[in-house]
């Protein structure tokens, strides 16, 4: 059997008190996103300002298809320019799945809530998830590769299905879905991912983890983690 890693919760406690200086990150958010601004403050990170602006894409939709991840991507330049005058130690975008999907390349220093996701697990010593997002099917396998692409091995996956109309879904649609997993796929994983910046998980997340008895982390709480770290000076 793996060894289980160390709660996402408390290790985010942990460098939240090792802090010794305040960073700011500037956290570019899809423009129908309504749950990182709820769930970040209610982490309660004593050392982190988090600026927020929005990105608009150019086919004004929600949806989540390449048109819409495509153009979080291309609208990421000038939401950076509208936090030209912020002294940012880094900047997010908000959106795990436009971190996987391609398209345009993003301006230099951007990172994705992708990538706060694998630098989370790699700090948790988590290296077999199980995955779970309310994504269309498809996009959900696309990140399953895109983990595996990153040494992160995904021994099951399960996804809601939705292209949009995340902030709708509930704890008890999340852990309905949790139960979908085999098994025998918790039993060998390390952590369960919920992967999507847009639906709201922290309510949810205890009780997740009680029940399958190892870490649960989001994409929110992998974006606290990743701002957390900038506060201690620790290499991302």
């Known amino acids: 059997m793996s060894r289980r890693p160390e709660d996402a919760l408390g290790l985010l406690a942990s460098w939240d008190g090792q802090a010794q ?13 309504q749950a990182v601004e709820t769930e970040l403050p209610c982490l309660g990170l004593a050392r982190t300002v988090f600026h927020y602006t929005r990105l608009v894409p150019a086919s004004r939709t929600t949806a989540v298809d390449a048109s819409f991840l495509h153009g979080l991507r291309e609208a990421a330049g000038n939401a950076v320019e509208s936090l030209a005058h ?3 130690d880094s900047r997010i975008l908000a959106c795990t799945s436009a971190g996987f999907t391609g398209g345009p390349p993003l301006p230099t220093g ?7 996701l694998t ?3 790699q700090a948790l010593d988590a290296s077999r998830v199980v995955l779970a997002a309310p994504y269309p099917i498809e996009v959900t396998a696309s990140e399953a590769a895109a983990l595996t692409a990153r040494g992160i091995e995904v021994v099951a996956h399960a996804s809601l299905g939705l292209a949009d109309g995340y902030p709708g879904v509930t704890a008890d649609d999340i852990r309905t879905l949790i139960r979908q997993f085999p098994a ?4 060998t994983a390390d952590a369960v991912v919920l992967s999507c910046t847009g ?16 870490p649960v982390i989001s994409s929110n709480l992998a974006m606290a983690l990743f701002a957390a770290r900038l506060a201690i000076g620790a290499p991302l």
Not at 184 to 187: E, G, I, K
Not at 199 to 214: E, N, R
């Open 110 to 116: 951007v990172v994705t809530a992708f990538d706060a």
């Open 119 to 121: 630098n989370a697990l």
């Open 184 to 187: 025998d796929a918790l039993r």
């Open 199 to 214: 639906w709201h998980t922290l309510s949810a997340l205890p009780d997740i983890q009680q029940a399958v008895g190892m």
């Open 86 to 88: 912020l002294p940012l």
């Open 21 to 33: 200086r305040t960073a700011r990150v500037g956290v570019l958010l899809p423009w129908a996103n």
